[in-house]
């Protein structure tokens, strides 16, 4: 069983940056990627990045502000600029057991889940 534990979330004015982090158990380099779920709304895919971290991809909601990167470890890090009130949500780290596929901007491609961390973004 992988646990994931994020961290860095917080409350920041619009305009303003922050990075969670993603710590991953184990030794496997995972295929991970991050989703959001705002108040009373579906939750949603912000970003990925494959195992060798040599591909990323993004909502368009959030291309050009947000970088997905990781460490040698098994650290994800989604570093969020020029953040706007719509960003405001709970953040989840995934992590998915198979290296390989299409598709990383679906929940169901991902195994194991983050507890969430918020994020709160005001104006």
């Known amino acids: 069983q992988v646990q994931l534990v994020e961290s860095g979330g917080g409350l920041m004015q619009a305009g303003g940056s922050l990075r969670l982090s993603c710590a991953a158990s184990?030794?496997?380099?995972?295929?991970m990627g991050w989703f959001r779920q705002a108040p009373g709304k579906e939750r949603e895919f912000v970003a990925f990045i494959n195992w060798s971290g040599g591909s990323t991809s993004y909502a368009d909601s959030v291309k050009g502000r947000f970088t997905i990167s990781r460490d040698n470890a098994n650290t994800v890090y989604l570093q969020m600029n020029s953040l706007k009130p719509e960003d405001t949500a709970i953040y989840y780290c995934?992590?998915?057991?198979?290296?390989?596929?299409?598709?990383?901007?679906?929940?169901?491609?991902?195994?194991?889940w983050g507890q969430g961390t918020q994020v709160t973004v005001s104006s």
């Open positions: 184990g030794r496997s380099r995972y295929t």
């Open positions: 995934a992590a998915a057991a198979s290296r390989y596929g299409t598709n990383w901007n679906r929940e169901s491609k991902y195994d194991y």
